[in-house]
Structure formats: C-alpha cells, structure tokens
C-alpha cells in the first residue's frame, strides 16, 4: 500500500511539471512570434497603454 501511494504522489508531481513546463512554453513561443512579427514589420517596440495614466509606452523586454 505505500508503494501505491509513493506512485500516486510521483504522478501527480509529474503531471504538474507537466503542466508547468507547457505553460512556460506557451509563453515563450508567444514572445518569440512577437519578435518575429516586430522584425518582419520594422517595429522598434510595442506600445502599451498604462492603465493607470492612460498614456502610451514602449513594453520593456521584462514585460
């Protein structure tokens, strides 16, 4: 029985790295299409809006 259960919480800490290690990829890709449209555009940046100001700015590569 505590095999089973050692089995059991392996799993389920696979499958959340799992999930994780998606997600991240999910979020690199996105960066790196955007890269890529700003490059093939000539863009020098993308222009967010402040929500607190309402003015616009240039995303820095943190965001």
């Known amino acids: ?12 800490i696979a499958w959340i790295g799992y999930k994780r290690f ?7 890709n996105a960066r790196v299409r955007e890269a890529e449209r700003e490059k093939r555009t000539g863009a020098q940046g993308t222009l967010i809006e402040d929500p607190e100001t309402g003015e ?6 943190e965001e």
């Not at 998606?22 to 690199?28: K, Q, Y």
């Open 1 to 12: 029985m505590p095999q089973l259960i050692l089995l059991a919480v392996v799993g389920a």
């Open 22 to 28: 998606i997600a991240e990829a999910d979020r690199v």
């Open 56 to 61: 616009y700015r240039v995303r820095g590569p």
